[in-house]
Every structure is written in C-alpha cells, then in structure tokens.
C-alpha cells in the first residue's frame, strides 16, 4: 500500500478549477510539513504549496499565490490542494509529499527539504487548455 495516494487530476480549459486529494495510509501526516510540489518534463520541480496541522506554517508559491490553497481534512487523513483560475503553465504532474517537521519554517529550508521528502505520491497529472 502506497503511503500517499494523490487523485483529482484532469483536463480542464483555462480558467477552471480543480481539487486535488491526497490520502494518507496511517500517521504520516503527524509531526510533518504537508506540501504539494509540480513537475513538469524538462523543468526543475516548483513547491507549490506547504500547510502544517496547526496552520502555524505554511508557503505558496509565487506563482500560484491566490489562486491555489491547501488545506488538511485531519479526521479524513487527507491533504488537498484547492486550484482556482488555472493557466496553461499550470500543466504538470502534481505530488503530494511530507517532511519532519524537524526544522523552521523558513522557506529556504522548506524548498531544500521537499527536494528530498521522506514520503510522496505517484503524482496526478493536471493539464491546462488556453
């Protein structure tokens, strides 16, 4: 049994929204940084997003700063990344992954941490139309 599993990916026209679930296979979420990171064929993995259970952390992206929010179901066990007003640039495979929260939330430190995360996802694929 895979410990995250992502779903809710699809092909949607400019402008639309998705939501994305990400379930967790037992305690994986406690004591960690949940985030959502997009990569695409050829371009470097982007964070997109990282929450706390506590909401005492959390990070968006530049690039998605208003349009994306993720958000925890604590008694579901699953992380969802909320997509509103997308764009073509949007278009990526879409993972969701945990860090131990051994460190601040710095957001240099987040972006180093979620290049080598301690579980993740096979990912789900979110494509864009103009």
């Known amino acids: 049994q895979l410990p995250l599993v992502e779903s809710g990916g699809d092909s949607v026209e400019a402008g639309g929204s998705l939501r994305l679930s990400c379930v967790a296979s037992g305690d994986i979420f406690s004591g960690s940084y949940m985030g959502w990171f997009r990569q695409t064929p050829g371009k470097e993995r982007e964070l997109v997003a990282v929450?706390?259970?506590?909401?005492?952390?959390?990070y968006t992206a530049t690039s998605v700063r208003g349009r994306f929010t993720a958000s925890q179901d604590v008694a579901e066990n699953t992380l969802y990344l909320q997509m509103n007003s997308l764009k073509p640039e949007d278009t990526a495979m879409y993972y969701c992954?945990?860090?131990?929260?051994?460190?601040?939330?710095?957001?240099?430190?987040?972006?180093?941490?979620?290049?080598?995360?301690?579980?993740w996802g096979q990912g789900t694929q979110v494509t864009v139309s103009p």
């Open positions: 992954a945990t860090v131990l929260r051994t460190r601040p939330c710095v957001t240099s430190i987040l972006l180093a941490n979620f290049k080598a995360p301690r579980y």
């Open positions: 929450i706390t259970t506590d909401r005492s952390c959390t």
